[in-house]
């Protein structure tokens, strides 16, 4: 689901809040014992064993060989898959289908939601949070001006942040009928204290900085964290600007 050759390890060891704020999305999905559901961008496997704890069976999918490495070691008992969200297919049909910080990395929306949308059973549901419109554009807008002043250079990036308007009208082209839909801002406190922004951009901005030489990496990212500073960086931490696209549907 990303162009980043994803570091497992590093994503458990430093980035734990993204599960830990996909948990507060359980609570929406409500699985129930006895349901089939399907994890799309399960990553180590956190969430999908919340989720079968309550009895529910899961399928986790996720593009990351090492991703789903992990997650099979961590808990051996369930099911997890290299899958792309764009073109699998599984055997199942799923009561629901959950999705957390995931498929903002797809920006083949289109295609993500036809698929998905064969896989639920008629009256299943989709619950999801990604990045919304305005996700992190500060850090963005920090790494393009430092790329451009130091290297000459124009940044790409790898995400697809939608905003309401723009995501459910997909949704129920194929047959969804969005029942809520929020987009909210959610400032979020990096780990690693002063290195966060660096360790942040190791783990989801690798692309933006790929054609930066190594011997400029450090310089570069001196000027990233130089630009977001006054704004972002508070009581030893870094707190970066995330916003985020909820929602729920339910196939017709």
Known sequence: MSVNAWNASLYDQKHAFVSEYGKSLLSILDPQAGENILDIGCGTGHLSSEIAQVGASVVGIDSSASMIETARKSYP???????????????????AIFSNAALHWIPEAERVV?????SLKPGGRFVLEMGGKGNIAQLVEATRQSVREL?????????YFPSIGEYTPILERYGLLVRSAILFDRPTPLEDGADG?????????????RDVPAEMKSVVLARIEEKLRPTFFKSDRWVIG???????????
Request: glycine content about 4%.
């Open 77 to 95: 008992g369930l099911d997890f898959r290299v899958e792309d969200a764009r073109t699998f297919v599984l055997p199942a049909h799923f009561d």
């Open 114 to 118: 036809c698929n998905l949308a064969v």
């Open 151 to 159: 290297m000459q250079r124009e940044i790409e990036t790898p995400w």
């Open 197 to 209: 922004v660096r360790t942040w951009l190791t783990m989801f901005g690798e692309q933006m900085l």
């Open 242 to 252: 995330y916003c985020r696209l909820r929602l729920v549907a339910y196939k017709q």
